[in-house]
């Protein structure tokens, strides 16, 4: 997923709940904080694997309210894209509209399009769509969230033609005001013991974020840490400190996501998350 979160939002509504009293009488309960509010934009993925489903869900085990704006409908399954229609942007911008009638704290965008490649294989940002894409939303950005393969369209949009050229390409985007970048390192087949991310920031510092590679694939991973990225950024202050910590507070989520897997089915094979457990 390419955006993660990552513009705040504006305060509209109130961010407290009250409970009212018992009904003998007593005292008032003490306010309760709800959760930030997260506009997810992004795709409705029909078999749940992955897209706005995948979203929510991150976004709701992590305490946060999602709000949606679907930007195209598509029929998958694990194997592939079997169809997909765009959403017209008049439907897409009243669904956007209608969330800011409240309040939202953070904004995570998945397919406006921006996811450029689905795990399943399919290209799903044409060459305009992606010129658009780093031209009028990269400057609205804190945080981009790209995988190696994601990463390679927008280094050819700009000039790098050649993919493992990582550092070139984050230079690139960063110069058009991107102020984080977390490049993931899942498809990195020469780091066969674990799956490392690097988190790029603005001032030239980088984290390393090193994760268990397991003998699996799953689909939904890089929407589950997007969306947990974003709830991070809405509960703190989005700099340099803070998307640090979203950061990490993400990447813990999703391993607790795969550890989950592995416990529930040792086989091979693609899979989706899990999804979370009730609240107990």
Same mark, same amino acid.
């Given at each position: ?11 509209? +509504? ?7 009293? =018992?009904?003998? +009488?007593g005292r008032m309960k003490a306010p309760m904080k709800m959760g930030p509010k997260i506009l997810l934009i992004g795709g409705m993925d029909s078999s749940g694997g992955a897209g706005l489903m995948r979203d929510a ?20 399954? =694990? ?6 229609? #765009? ?16 309040? @939202? ?22 060459p305009a769509g992606l010129a658009a894409m780093i031209a009028h939303l990269f400057t609205r950005t804190d945080v981009l969230t790209p995988n190696l393969p994601e990463l390679a369209a927008p280094g050819a949009a700009?000039? @790098?033609? =050649? #993919? ?13 005001? @991107?102020?984080?970048?977390? @490049? ?30 397991? #003998? ?22 989005? =700099? ?36 979370? #457990?009730?609240?107990?």
């Open positions: 997923q390419w955006a993660a979160g990552l513009a705040r939002g504006a305060q509209v +509504g109130g961010a407290l709940a009250q409970s009212g009293g =018992d009904c003998g +009488g869900e991150a976004v709701a085990e992590l305490g946060g309210i999602a709000r949606c704006a679907v930007t195209a409908v598509t029929a998958q399954t =694990d194997k592939g894209v079997r169809w997909a229609m #765009p959403v017209p942007s008049e439907g897409l911008r009243a669904q956007i509209s209608a969330a800011f009638e409240d309040r @939202v704290d953070a904004i995570k965008i998945g397919v406006l399009d921006p996811v450029l490649r689905a795990s399943s294989g399919r290209a799903l940002l044409d700009l000039g @790098v033609t =050649d #993919p493992r050229k990582t550092e070139e390409v984050v230079t690139a985007l960063m110069a058009r005001g @991107v102020r984080a970048i977390l @490049v993931k390192g899942g498809h990195d087949q020469t780091a066969r013991a674990e799956a490392v991310d690097c988190l790029y920031l603005a001032s030239g510092k980088r984290m390393r974020f090193a994760a268990k590679r397991y #003998p699996f694939d799953l689909r939904g991973t890089g929407c589950h840490l997007a969306s947990a990225i974003a709830v991070g950024l809405a509960e703190r202050r989005v =700099d340099e400190g803070g998307i640090i910590a979203a950061v990490g507070a993400a990447k813990a989520s999703l391993g607790r996501r795969f550890a989950a897997q592995e416990a529930l089915d040792k086989g091979a094979g693609k899979r989706q998350i899990p999804h979370s #457990p009730s609240p107990t």
